[in-house]
């Protein structure tokens, strides 16, 4: 089903290649195809690199809230049983326990997925929703709740 050209297609020898629309498409059909080299690529670079990352963020700001690693601890005192789970259930997909699926529950699109739990206190029972279905998902647990 994926609509991607095929990479010899794309590629071209005229100047105007090396900033066109062509060249970012062929480079992402580059990583998809090969993202396994890509990914020890992207470690060993970033391993080797420290020093430009730090200043590029010096430079440019970050990207999160300053307050980011203080406000995600104080959500983590406040609601354990939710921080255990998540925990859970993140180890069991990186130990292979949990195979995590390629489309989304309900609208079957392939997108990156997050687990949305009923219980917490079952922290491997969980639903694998796109972010979109997730935020409908909690739009309707809270209107159950409330009427």
Sequence with gaps: MNTLPEYSSIIS???????????RLASRL??????ERNDVYQKKWK????????????NNGRTRAKDYLETAKKWRKNNR???RAHGKLNYAVK??????PTKCFYCLREKKLSGHHFDYKKALEVLWLCSSCHKIEH???ILTRVL
Aim: glycine content about 2%; aromatic content about 14%; charged content about 50%.
């Design 47 to 58: 391993r080797e690199n420290k020093e430009k990352i730090w200043e590029y963020y010096k």
């Design 13 to 23: 020898t005229s100047k105007e290649y090396k900033t066109s629309e062509k060249s």
């Design 139 to 141: 739009n309707f647990d």
């Design 81 to 83: 049983e939710k921080a």
């Design 30 to 35: 580059w990583k998809k195809r090969n993202k």
């Design 95 to 100: 130990t292979g326990r949990i195979t995590k």
